[in-house]
């Protein structure tokens, strides 16, 4: 079990450029989850999706889109960056009873 | 929307001590509650959590409190060891995965050997 996968693992862009981060999990879960975690702070909850076939924003969606491509994936895509979404993104999934396993993040500088 | 406070931000204490750390939270309606580790350049990691419809639960030297009436939960380590050096985050929210969870803003713990 590799449990959940983030790709890529680092990533420099210029403002304005687009990208997609990509998560994908093996547990089975229903629920996965964007955050964001700007140095020296908690998670902020960028969009979720509590099962296939749905999202949801969370506190800071605005520059952002997600996509719930089936059950394992869920990607966030960023289509103009900006040096304010320079940050580690993480990428989370939860089961029935809401324990959430992160991956092992993606960290962002835009420039 | 759930709002979660997390009290102190920085602790440091001598090994062997034990540590407190508190969190607060406002809606009425969260019932889960857990606790991550996180250290540097790594992703959090689940330590303990608990739900409401129990009070205290324990794991060896952490454990955790939750007071529904006044909405307040909080992480007690015991016989600290300089691993347990890390950033905490307490979090709130529902008890399945259709409620987000909302996180306190982390409290740095340094154990000093």
């Known amino acids: 079990n590799a449990g959940v996968t983030q790709t890529p693992k680092f990533q420099v862009l210029k403002t304005g450029q687009s990208m997609t981060l990509q998560c994908a999990q093996d547990m089975n879960h229903n629920s996965m989850y964007w955050y964001r975690q700007d140095p020296g702070m908690g998670l902020r909850l960028i969009y979720y999706s509590a099962s296939e076939g749905t999202t949801d924003k969370g506190e800071v969606p605005n520059g952002y889109n997600v996509s719930r491509l089936n059950k394992r994936e869920f990607s966030l895509r960023l289509e103009s960056a900006a040096p304010s979404q320079t940050s580690v993104y993480f990428c989370a999934s939860a089961g029935s009873g809401n324990e959430q396993f992160f991956g092992p993040g993606t960290r962002l500088t835009v420039l | 929307g759930e709002n979660v406070e997390q009290h102190p931000s920085t602790l440091s204490v001598q090994e062997g001590d034990s540590a407190v750390i508190k969190c607060t939270y406002s809606?009425?309606?969260?019932?889960?509650f857990p606790w991550y580790k996180q250290e540097l350049g790594k992703r959090p990691q689940l330590i303990i959590d608990?739900?409401?419809?129990?009070g205290e639960k324990k794991d060896q030297r952490i454990a955790v409190t939750l007071n529904k009436t006044a909405k307040h939960f909080s992480l007690h380590i015991t016989e600290t060891q300089p691993e347990d050096s890390a950033v905490y985050f307490c979090a709130a929210g529902g008890n399945t995965g259709r409620r987000a969870l909302t996180f306190g803003s982390g409290t740095r713990l340094q154990v000093q050997p």
């Open positions: 809606d009425s309606a969260s019932n889960y």
């Open positions: 608990i739900r409401s419809n129990v």
